[in-house]
């Protein structure tokens, strides 16, 4: 019988989850960029668009994937870094909404609710980038990354604050 565990271990052993998956994220991702590429407009007659766009996207990512980032991590190494953060950030937010859904909270109650949203949400990304590392890749000191934080909060609360009151809008049913 099989044991998933060792079937997961054997797996992130062999460059699994630090180099199949992250090759395969970029290949699409490149792949689709290439695809809407001006520069291969030309060979749409021919039938080979899909085939140059493949090698290049193939190429692209194998280089991407061996890129060491300044802190001596491959790529794929910081991306599953990343998204094993980000799952639970996002369990962390799901349980909140539900708990403010059984205590009858709903968005639209919320003043701002979507802007609010959005805000919540760029914060929580920023976390997430500093929080696994991947800020020691671009070479931001600490001090850097603290004022450019304090920035986006100082900027995001007065956008927040800066919208105005949007008019409601009744209309009168006929006959009254």
Known sequence: MVDF???????????????????????????????????LKSLESTGQKKQVAVIIAAILSFFIINFRMSDGRLIGEALTTLFGSMSLYIAGILVIILFLGMGGWKMEDIPGGKTLMVIVLVLLAIMIFFNTGMAESFNISDETATWLFMLLLVGGALYYLGQGDTPSTTTKEDGE
């Not at 060792?6 to 991702?29: A, E, H, N, Q």
């Open 5 to 39: 565990n060792s079937m997961m271990d054997t797996m992130r052993g062999s460059g699994f989850d630090t180099f199949v998956l992250p090759w395969i994220l970029f290949l699409v991702i490149i792949y689709a960029i290439v695809l809407a590429a001006p520069f």
